[in-house]
């Protein structure tokens, strides 16, 4: 906790209707708009000129009110007081539950083959679509910065299936054009490297040294070039233990094979059953300094620290101390080949989507003037559309409209604003999350609804900072910060990249938006809990503690340079992900094969009569490749 007061911190201050900037207002959005609220009115929210989810700031990501029916479900208490759906009358050839990038790329993919006047309905819980793929929006003056508020960049592991990149190719996207859009040398050319903070809790001084060895995980991880000293200043500031500034330099530098006589199969196999925290004890014996350095380096991409990963992983990743072994990073090579960041991150994807089956919704005709263009979401759900996106509304009951072998429709039931509804389809797919269709979906055999509750989900908080100026980073010579004790573990600067009209800050005076990410999770647990616990945090912490988190963390990290959390910050929006990446299956922690030779997500997403199963958690993968080659499975898995 820092000592400084609330009134140092700027809690007081009204950030999101703040002053002026320079003379310049910033409209910076609305905090907390409750869009579910007015939805209970007659009218519908979305068709309010003001009503622009992207701008406002505050608590995003899963937001108040977009969980409750949901959680009610849950807990059994929904029908209590829900009494019978109203019949909207309305009829379509599909409905989909969830628009995230699975459900609007199995729109996209029905279309193809039931024609483009094919009557499709997309619900969602939240008031943007997108899901994990968030934009965040503010507008400082006349000018707008994003920030993204879930997936990043198109990258992954594997390569894309052909489904996945046709998507990407039809949208416009050039992945392979992206050097073109990224300005590459910008902060080498400023001197700003990545670092460390060390707090003074875990390492007894708070403090910001070089980072020699930039972990993959940073969101920035691409530019993360150390600076030419960095191991000089490292070994001789970093406040831990001598031996363990030793260790992590022989980590890090040396080939060393920490598994000799062993075949490389052999070695794998290992690796798969310890975790990479008793890797770095047991085989390549670290100084224990090394363990609180590195324990918290994993949580941005497994979710969980390195207690709880496997070797095998970290190896995979390219964590430190593998070189000597031949097991080299591969996966990670293929992710950076196919790699493209826009500034909202995957959010341009959905919304290149959205244009694609709603044209009025998105204007524009390419893939770079998307960034910037308005998204209007009173044509979401238009009357005159094939499609229809209809925000703020929670599937709460799918089921056949009689027996399921033959029924020739589906019946969804869903909330909006403290009403139920019903409307009917030819099929249904659930591009949700696959721990919530047992609640939606009672027929479903028993067997597949343990394995789909099997999918828990990897919390996450993705916050994002609006900054007068960015002049301490500079000053420090810092563009992304590794923070082993922090609240958040990540604080990044952007990558720079301007796109269409899009400009991104490029001077130290310019406002900026910092990326600041955690993976709320409990050491020493098996992952699973560990999730769950961290969903319960993020549940239930409020957005006041975590501004105060946010600004204490930031002036302790940056103050030195001069940064003043009272004057320099002008907005925060937290996007909380309790139900973050879906779950991957770990060496340490899951069977990947049932009775039967099923792993748990091949069980689960089987179709069911009229209704099919998309989403990411279908394939076990946090992926937007997955999120679409789900999409693709489930549509042509539909009964004809
Ligand atoms: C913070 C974060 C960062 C990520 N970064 C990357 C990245 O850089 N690159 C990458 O490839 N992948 C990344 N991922 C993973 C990627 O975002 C996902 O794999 C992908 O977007 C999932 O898409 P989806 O449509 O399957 O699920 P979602 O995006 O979760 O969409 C599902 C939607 O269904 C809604 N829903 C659930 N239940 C109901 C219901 N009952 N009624 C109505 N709606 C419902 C949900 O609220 C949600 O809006 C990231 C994920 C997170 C959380």
């Given at each position: 906790m820092s000592d400084r007061s609330d009134r140092e911190l700027g809690m007081k201050r009204n950030i999101t209707r703040r002053d002026f900037l320079n003379g310049v207002a910033v409209t910076a959005g609305a905090a907390f708009m409750p869009w579910h609220l007015l939805a209970a009115g007659d009218g519908d929210p979305e068709k309010l000129p003001d009503y622009y989810p992207p701008a406002l700031t505050g608590l995003r990501g899963s937001h108040p009110g977009s969980f409750d029916a949901a959680h009610s479900l849950r807990d059994g208490t929904f029908w209590d007081a829900a009494g019978t759906p109203q019949d909207t009358g309305e009829t379509y050839d599909l409905i989909i539950v969830g628009g995230g990038i699975s459900g609007l790329s199995a729109a996209h993919f029905y279309r193809k083959i039931a024609g483009a006047n094919a009557r499709i309905l997309i619900l969602d819980?939240?008031?943007?679509?997108g899901g994990h793929a968030k934009r965040n929006e503010f507008r400082v003056g006349q000018r707008t910065l994003l920030g993204y508020g879930g997936t990043y960049s198109i990258e992954s592991p594997e390569p894309y299936s052909a489904a996945a990149k046709g998507v990407i190719e039809e949208l416009g996207i050039n992945v392979t054009s992206f050097p073109k859009y990224l300005d590459r040398d910008l902060y080498g050319s400023m001197g700003r490297v990545p670092k460390i903070f060390f707090d003074k809790e875990a390492f007894g001084s708070d403090k910001l040294v070089d980072d020699p060895y930039p972990f993959p995980g940073g969101e920035t991880y691409d530019l993360a070039v150390p600076a030419a000293d960095a191991w000089t200043h490292f070994l001789a500031?970093?406040?831990?233990?001598e031996q363990a500034r030793k260790d992590v330099s022989r980590l890090c530098r040396e080939k060393k094979d920490y598994l000799p006589g062993l075949s490389v199969e052999q070695q794998k196999a290992r690796l798969a059953r310890i975790s990479y925290a008793q890797f770095l004890t047991e085989l390549a014996g670290v100084h224990v300094d090394v363990i609180r350095l590195y324990q918290t380096i994993s949580q941005t991409l497994f979710g969980v620290g390195i207690e709880a990963v496997s070797a095998l992983d970290a190896a995979e990743t390219g964590?430190?101390?593998?070189?000597?072994?031949?097991?080299?990073p591969e996966a990670l090579s293929n992710e950076r080949k196919y790699f493209f960041h826009f500034p909202d991150g995957n959010a341009s994807i959905a919304r290149l989507l959205v244009r694609k089956l709603i044209p009025e919704a998105m204007p524009g005709d390419s893939a770079t003037d998307v960034v910037t263009a308005r998204a209007n979401y009173a044509k979401l759900d238009d009357k005159s559309s094939s499609v229809r996106i209809r925000l703020n509304s929670t599937a709460v009951r799918v089921k056949h409209a009689g027996e399921p072998a033959r029924a020739t429709e589906v019946e969804v039931a869903y909330a909006r604003g403290g009403k139920v509804y019903a409307v009917r389809g030819k099929h249904a797919i659930l591009a949700c999350w696959n721990m919530m269709i047992p609640y939606l979906c009672e027929e479903l055999p028993d067997a597949q609804k343990e394995a789909l509750a099997y999918a828990t989900k990897v919390p996450l908080l993705y916050t994002n900072v609006l900054l007068r100026k960015w002049t301490a980073f500079q000053k420090l010579g810092a563009n992304s910060i590794y923070a082993p004790g922090g609240y958040h573990t990540h604080v990044d600067m952007d990558l720079p990249v301007s796109i269409g009209e899009y400009r991104c800050p490029r001077t130290p005076e310019e406002p900026a938006v910092v990326h600041m990410s955690k993976a709320p999770c409990r050491a020493g647990r098996p992952a699973r809990d560990q999730h769950t616990s961290g969903r319960i945090e993020l549940y239930n912490t409020t957005f006041e503690t975590m501004e105060r988190k946010i600004r204490e963390q930031l002036v302790r990290t940056l103050g030195v340079g001069g940064f003043d959390p009272a004057r320099d910050i002008l907005a925060i929006t937290v996007n909380r992900w309790?139900?973050?990446y879906a779950y991957e299956y770990s060496s340490l922690w899951d069977k990947f094969v049932l009775e039967g030779g099923e792993t748990p997500c091949e069980r689960a997403r089987k179709t069911f009569g009229r209704i099919a199963i998309a989403n990411s958690d279908a394939g076990a993968y946090a992926y937007t490749d997955e999120a679409i080659n789900q999409a693709w499975r489930a549509v042509g898995e539909l009964k004809s």
């Open positions: 819980n939240h008031d943007d679509f500031e970093a406040p831990i233990a964590y430190p101390g593998f070189s000597g072994i031949d097991i080299g309790p139900h973050g």
